[in-house]
Every structure is written in structure tokens, then in C-alpha cells.
């Protein structure tokens, strides 16, 4: 089961290719708690925090391949169940001014409530990617976009 | 291949049933041009307009089942030829305070672009429900909010 994607970006491809690939760029739109190393072989380490700053869990990814200007992908370490093993990958194109974004969230279990919820999230953390790049300004955890009681 | 997303609307479930089995209530999230008949048996039209007025396209769906403040489910009879024969459900549930959405749009045919650029539409339109029915003012095209070259 995946979760799939596409935004498109009216900016250069490497300035979205730089959101992708290093902690400033990841920090900027999807948690501003982002540590590690973003390079290939590398481990990034995403950590999400309640409004009053208590840690609620978090991500641990391996940098599978960065492919300049074309693709990056990580395999998820650490994390919920659902999502250890699974994959997630952007591949970059330039398409009428923009630079498309192809998201893919591979190798769910099961297509239930937390991958829905997850699906949903990922649109809205495309859009931050989308506004940071764009104008300057994403929407990363903990301000990111509340989409439910699960946030 | 399936599209699913999560979302939670803080509504009493009966006014975000309303807002999915009522042309009115559809025209004000997902697309101002909705015209037919949204009762069980019946045949709904939304079509969709450029800026300037143009028609650009749109779905046509039967109306398979209404579960009063549980689930709404259509099939696709007329649009794309990736939509045709797939069907799109709401199911409807109460959690903290909030009405619950599982949204599928499922029986695709392959998990290409088109279906991306679907899911991260859907996700915006049901934010769209969510603002409509939370706040009265929803997003419905041709007032979307754009997420690439593909609108």
C-alpha cells in the first residue's frame, strides 16, 4: 500500500532539491526538530513536540540515494509500527515553470486509519515544502497544519 | 490502488452529512458547479470552470448508498477515463469532540501521476470541508486552492 503525491513548485529545482537534502531545507518545512546526517549513508532523525514542547514521537530515517536534481529516498529506522521498513522517496522534474514534486510513501502493512491520517498529513507537509521554497515561510511541527484530534 | 485520507471536522456528524448529501452543502467545498440529485438512486454533476468561466472538465456519479450520519458512497460514471468505475466513500464516526472523515476514492487503475495529483487535491478539498463546515467558508473550485501546473 502507498501513500502518493505531486505538488508543483514555481521555483528552481535545486533550490527544492536543498529542502530535501539538508537539515536547514527539512527543517524548514516538515519538523523544525530535525537532526543527523542528510547525506547518502546518513541517518536523519525527525522529532515531533506538543505546543508546550513535550517530544510526541518521532521518525528515524537512512538516506538511501540522492540522485542531484532528480530523486532522494530514505528508509524509515525508527518510528511507529506502521512505518518501519516502509520507504519515502521524491523524484524531481520541471514541468511549464514549476518544479513537480512526485511524493511516495511505499510499503504500508495496511491501508487503515493511521495510514489515512498520514496520507492526509503528508498533502499538508507538501504544501509547507511548497510555501517554504516558494515565499520563505513553511508550516514545519509544531506549528504544521492540525488536521484532526490525532493533530 | 486506493486514495485515503483522515480528517476531523470539531461539527456536530449531522452538519458534515449535510455538507455530503446536498447539492448545496457539496457546492460549498468541492466545486461551486454542482448540479443533480444527491439522494440514493440519484446522479450528480460537478463540473469545473477556469478563472475566466471556461469549462475544464469534470465527474459524474451515481449515488450508491446513504447511511445517515455513517457513510455516503458514489460511483463514477462519467470523467476521466483513470475515474471511470471507481467509487468514492465517506465514512462518518465520532472521536474527542470531532466527526471523523475516512475518505476512499478507490479501484484505480495504476498509481501514476494523475491519481498523485488526486490525492493531494482531495486532501485540500476536505480541508475545504472542514473550513466549510467548521467556519461557513469552504474552498470549492474555481476557487481551489493550486497545487501545481495541473491546478
Not at 105 to 121: E, L, Q, V
Amino acid at each position: 500500500m502507498n501513500i502518493i503525491h505531486r505538488v508543483g513548485i514555481q521555483a528552481p529545482v535545486s533550490k527544492v532539491y536543498a529542502a530535501l537534502t539538508t537539515i536547514d531545507g527539512l527543517s524548514g518545512w516538515w519538523t523544525r526538530d530535525t537532526t543527523g546526517d542528510a547525506r547518502p549513508g546518513g541517518a536523519i532523525e525527525f522529532r515531533f513536540r506538543s505546543a508546550d514542547g513535550k517530544d510526541i514521537g518521532g521518525f528515524g530515517m537512512d538516506v538511501l540515494e540522492q540522485a542531484p536534481g532528480q530523486r532522494v529516498r530514505w528508509r524509515v529506522k525508527e518510528g511507529p509500527a506502521e512505518w518501519l521498513g516502509t520507504e519515502i522517496d521524491f523524484e524531481l522534474t520541471q514541468e511549464d515553470g514549476f518544479t513537480i514534486v512526485r511524493f511516495g510513501h511505499r510499503g504500508w502493512p495496511a491501508d487503515g486509519d493511521f495510514m489515512a491520517h498520514c496520507s492526509t498529513k503528508w498533502a499538508t507537509f507538501l504544501l509547507s515544502l511548497r510555501d517554504m521554497v516558494e515565499s520563505g515561510q513553511g508550516r514545519p511541527a509544531p506549528n504544521d497544519l492540525k488536521i484532526s484530534n490525532w493533530h
